[in-house]
Antibody, heavy 120, light 106 residues
Framework: QVQLQESGPGLVKPLETLSLTCTVSGDSISSHYWSWIRQPPGRGLEWVGYIYYSGSTDYNPSLKSRVTISVDTSKNQFSLRLSSVTAADTAIYYC??????????????WGQGTLVTVSS | EFVLTQSPGTLSLSPGERATLSCRASQSTSSSYLTWYQQKPGQAPRLLIYGAASRAPGIPDRFSGSGSGTDFTLTISRLEPEDFAVYYCHRFGFSSFGQGTKLEIK
């Protein structure tokens, strides 16, 4: 069974960098698209970006200048860094496995999510 | 900008009734990458439908998806108590999810 678990600080100060790690078990990170999706409290979902195991990335254009997603295949982990955060970045951050083929694309496994609050 | 618009925002129905949720894309899109997710309070989203019409493993057959081009539909044939949740559509590879439809007990 594939499992994903987010970890990282729950509180980040404004203008600092948010850093989260997702540890994957039950699957090798050397395949699929590994993604971050966030959800502000009481609001809808927003795709942040994803990384392919080869290292290629794609980011939400509205966040692209501040986002970096990286992968550590030796630890079966991938990470999110979001710089210069503001209160608008307060959200539950989910990591997810993205499957993509010629015929289909979807997020099939999700972590439980971790709440990150931006506040001084 | 590619936008998905879901309607209605809230749907109030009783167990046993049929639910029809709509997702409209701002431009024609491949149905191969159109997905539906269910989210219950305090939980991560769960994949229901991929490829616009294929059920994910373990999803009951009362859930069905259809559509093409710009108009997609999620149908729940007979609502069970556990189906009351928020439903999101998404086009894999694009940024935005639909804003969600809250399915509540009438």
């Amino acid at each position: 069974q594939v499992q994903l678990q987010e970890s990282g600080p729950g509180l980040v100060k404004p203008l600092e960098t948010l850093s989260l790690t997702c540890t994957v078990s039950g699957d090798s990170i050397s395949s699929h698209y590994w993604s971050w999706i966030r959800q502000p409290p009481g609001r809808g979902l927003e795709w942040v970006g994803y990384i392919y195991y080869s290292g290629s990335t794609d980011y939400n254009p509205s966040l692209k200048s501040r986002v970096t997603i990286s992968v550590d295949t030796s630890k079966n982990q991938f990470s999110l860094r979001l710089s210069s955060v503001t209160a608008a970045d307060t959200a539950i951050y989910y990591c997810s496995r993205g499957y993509k083929s010629t015929w289909y694309g979807y997020f099939d496994y999700w972590g439980q999510g971790t709440l990150v609050t931006v506040s001084s | 900008e590619f936008v998905l618009t879901q309607s209605p925002g809230t749907l109030s129905l009783s167990p046993g009734e049929r639910a029809t949720l709509s997702c409209r894309a701002s431009q024609s899109t491949s149905s191969s990458y159109l997905t539906w997710y269910q989210q219950k309070p305090g939980q991560a989203p769960r994949l229901l439908i991929y490829g616009a019409a294929s059920r994910a493993p373990g999803i009951p057959d009362r859930f069905s998806g259809s559509g093409s081009g710009t108009d997609f539909t999620l149908t729940i044939s007979r609502l069970e108590p556990e189906d009351f949740a928020v439903y999101y559509c998404h086009r894999f590879g694009f940024s935005s999810f639909g804003q969600g439809t809250k399915l509540e007990i009438k």
